[in-house]
């Protein structure tokens, strides 16, 4: 048990760590050229994308890919964590954790194929490369956040276990019920937006909170048979 609160700690921390690079680079560099950004001009961001494929693959990898191992990781940990206090819902946090990682991945794995295909194509077939990049973008938005029902669910879930365990705090267990929410929430058109800054923004507090409590705190269950 001590070995799994350990690597949950350290996967909780990966995960809150992507999320931050992510909203960093958005912010500071990928917002000028209107990447994200719903109306924006489609040729605008071509230009920088196919100039900056390098820089847009570390982005993949580091917000799709590598956040979605750490949380595959982090759902195996916090079930195992948590399975003698909530056995009940321990399975469903581990399958649901693994269904959203895999969404994750997935978008990831979209997004770099699909930008080496139109990096290769833009000089010779703008119109293609335009096209084949609005495909792609559905496609990964789909999987990978253009809604967020799979973390939402998630989250919920984890937050009702940790809601009965001795670990974990009713404030923590609250507020990773309220990203929860808010994942769901991403399902309304009106709402999709405000719902998505305070999702990914509440799991950086959340994914940071979870990897202090595994690193620090241990339960009455976890030293009875660590």
């Known amino acids: 048990m001590k070995q799994f609160a350990k690597w949950g700690a350290w996967a909780a921390f990966v995960c ?6 992510g909203f960093a680079l958005m912010i500071g560099v990928l917002a000028e050229s209107g990447y994200g950004t719903d109306g924006a001009d489609v040729d605008q961001i071509l230009a920088f994308v196919t100039s900056h494929a390098g820089l847009m693959t570390i982005w993949n990898m580091s917000i799709y890919v590598l956040n979605g191992l750490a949380l595959a990781a ?18 469903m946090i581990k399958t649901f954790g693994a269904l959203w ?44 956040g253009g809604n967020e029902i799979a973390g939402g669910v998630w989250v919920l ?24 929410l808010a994942g769901l929430l991403t399902f309304v058109p009106a709402l999709g937006d405000a719902a998505g800054a305070i999702f990914g923004l509440g799991f950086i507090v959340w994914f940071f909170w979870v990897a202090a409590v595994l690193g620090f705190k241990r339960s009455a269950a976890a030293v009875a048979t660590a």
Request: glycine share 10%; hydrophobic share 55%; aromatic share 8%.
């Open 157 to 180: 879930i984890v937050s009702a276990a940790a809601a009965s365990s001795l670990r974990f705090s009713k404030a923590l267990a609250g507020f990773g019920a309220a990203v929860g």
């Open 101 to 144: 990682a895999t969404l994750v991945v997935g978008a990831g794995m979209v997004a770099n194929v699909g930008l080496a295909e139109v990096t290769r194509i833009y000089a010779e077939d703008p119109e293609g490369a335009r096209s084949l990049w609005q495909v792609v973008s559905i496609v990964e938005n789909g999987l990978g």
């Open 74 to 91: 982090l759902a195996v940990c916090l079930s195992e964590v948590l399975r003698y206090e909530a056995p009940h819902a321990a399975p």
């Open 16 to 21: 809150g760590a992507t999320y931050v690079f």
